[in-house]
């Protein structure tokens, strides 16, 4: 548990390190992974077509990132905010994977007086303690609940997913110098790097990179990753375990992803971000992410 000293503050670090992992370990690991993510795109595919609504490249960007955080890194008792918030259906999705919620709660997804709508809500389950329709506040309410848990002595891990697209706004850049300047070791800060946003291209709209040169700037220890790929990911978690149990310094992982990810008519598409299925598309979809599905679980068998 961190403790205060003098009125000193001493950063909260990582003291539930994951277990060395051997390849046969992470293997099976990822194959574990990969079906929890296949059950969830099925999943969150079919609210949106049941919907005719859009947001599913959002979602399929973010998917393997959402999985690995919940299945394979957060405790019980850590805390997940979605900024990018337009992704609430993998996030209802993930969450009903996961036995909190069931296919009858989240079969009114987008309806007329739903308690799940197009963005997280407020106030309708603890496991999403912030509405997240506006884009850009993520971050910053992460790191308020981060100082609280240090300073009242709890050990809480935070962690927050933004878009590339919301790093335009400016309380985004506000937060990121609170975390490092506050050593929030209890931070870690996802960035969903697919490049694209709504109006366009992040880097035509408002250019971003050189991104880990800035982010290191402002004092995080920067971890690249493979945002679809769970060894990428997984070998993300053990640096980002590493530099916190050794270092006063928050960590950000900067994971390339694609929007549309899977779906050849999306993939990496503007229009991802807004057009629904329709039913010749759906079936399109779900034939795609199965081909890849057991692809992926064969490759997984060989190589174990």
């Known amino acids: 548990m961190p403790n205060l000293e003098a009125g000193i ?3 909260v670090t990582d003291r539930h390190a994951s277990r060395p992992m051997y390849p046969q370990d992470r293997t099976a690991e990822c194959a574990s992974l990969e079906e929890r993510v296949f059950s969830m795109k099925k999943r969150f595919l079919a609210m949106y077509k049941k919907a005719h609504a859009g947001h599913i490249g959002s979602s399929l960007s973010c998917a393997e990132i959402l999985v690995f955080l919940k299945f394979a890194w957060m405790r ?3 805390t997940f905010i979605l900024s990018k918030g337009q992704a609430a259906a993998a996030l209802y999705s993930l969450l009903a994977e996961a036995n909190v919620l069931t296919p009858s709660q989240i079969d009114s997804f987008y309806e007329e007086g739903t308690r799940f709508p197009a963005h997280p809500p407020f106030d309708v389950l603890n496991k999403i303690p912030f509405a997240t329709g506006s884009l850009g506040h993520g971050l910053s309410l992460c790191a308020g609940m981060a100082l609280g848990a240090m300073l ?3 050990d809480r891990r935070f962690f927050c997913l933004t ?3 919301e790093l335009n706004e400016g309380s985004v850049w506000e937060a990121a110098l609170f975390i490092a300047h506050r050593k929030l070791t209890n931070v870690v800060w996802l960035v969903d790097r697919n490049g694209i946003q709504g109006i366009g291209r992040t880097e035509e709209v408002m250019a971003l990179e ?3 040169a800035k982010l290191r700037a402002f004092g995080f220890h920067v971890v690249a990753a493979d945002g679809h790929d769970f ?5 993300a978690r053990e640096e980002c375990t ?4 050794g270092q006063d310094v928050p960590v950000a992982i900067l994971a390339k992803t694609s929007k549309g990810h899977g779906i050849r008519a999306m993939q990496d598409t503007v229009d991802s971000h807004y057009l629904p299925l329709d039913d010749t598309q759906y079936e399109q979809a779900l034939a795609e992410l199965t081909h890849a599905h057991e692809a992926a679980v064969r490759g997984y068998r060989n190589a174990g």
């Open 231 to 235: 060894a990428s990911l997984l070998a």
């Open 152 to 154: 009242h002595g709890h």
């Open 76 to 78: 019980d008792d850590d």
């Open 242 to 245: 590493r530099v916190l149990a």
């Open 210 to 212: 050189p991104l880990d």
């Open 9 to 11: 503050e001493q950063p």
């Open 163 to 165: 878009s590339d697209g």
